[in-house]
C-alpha cells in the first residue's frame, strides 16, 4: 500500500477556479457604473422626446453629444445584457451542447439587436432620417 503524502494544499492545487471569473466580475461592475449616468440622461432625453414630435426627435439625435451618448448607452448595455446573461448560461445549464448553443445564441442576439440599435441611431444623426 503507498502512503498518500499530499497535503490538502497539494491537493487543491490546479483545481478549483479557472482564474478569469474575476475578469467578468469586474467586467459587469464596470459596465453597470457606466450605465447609471447614462440611464439617467437617457431617461431625462426620452421625457424631452415625449413632448415632440418626429421632427424634434431628429433633431434631437442630430446633436453629435446626444447621438454619443445615445450609442454608448445602447452598446453597454447589449455588452452587460450579454454578460449577465452568459454568467445565467454558465452557472445553471449543464448539458454541453445546449450551454454552447445558448451562449452562441447569445451572442448572437445580443450582437445583432446592438449593431441595428447603433446603426439605426446613426442613421438618423447622419441625415438619413430627415423626412
Given amino acids: 500500500m503507498v502512503a498518500n503524502y499530499r497535503t490538502p494544499l497539494k491537493r487543491a492545487r490546479g483545481?478549483?477556479?479557472a482564474q478569469h471569473g474575476v475578469a467578468h466580475w469586474v467586467s459587469e461592475r464596470v459596465s453597470s457604473i457606466a450605465l447609471v449616468p447614462?440611464?439617467?440622461?437617457?431617461?431625462f432625453g426620452v421625457l424631452r422626446l415625449a413632448a415632440?414630435?418626429?421632427?424634434f426627435a431628429v433633431h434631437w439625435i442630430g446633436n453629435?453629444?446626444?447621438a454619443v451618448l445615445t450609442v454608448l448607452t445602447l452598446a453597454i448595455s447589449f455588452w452587460h445584457m450579454h454578460s449577465g446573461l452568459r454568467v445565467v448560461v454558465e452557472d445553471y445549464i449543464h448539458k454541453t451542447l445546449?450551454?454552447?448553443v445558448l451562449l452562441l445564441l447569445n451572442l448572437f442576439v445580443c450582437?445583432?439587436?446592438?449593431?441595428?440599435?447603433?446603426?439605426?441611431?446613426?442613421k438618423v444623426a447622419l441625415g438619413g432620417g430627415a423626412y
Avoid at 447614462?38 to 431617461?43: F, I, P
Avoid at 415632440?52 to 421632427?55: C, N, R
Avoid at 446592438?114 to 439605426?120: P, S
Fill in 52 to 55: 415632440g414630435d418626429y421632427g
Fill in 64 to 66: 453629435p453629444l446626444n
Fill in 98 to 100: 445546449t450551454k454552447s
Fill in 38 to 43: 447614462l440611464t439617467l440622461w437617457m431617461a
Fill in 15 to 17: 483545481l478549483g477556479a
Fill in 111 to 122: 450582437g445583432l439587436a446592438g449593431v441595428l440599435a447603433v446603426f439605426a441611431i446613426l
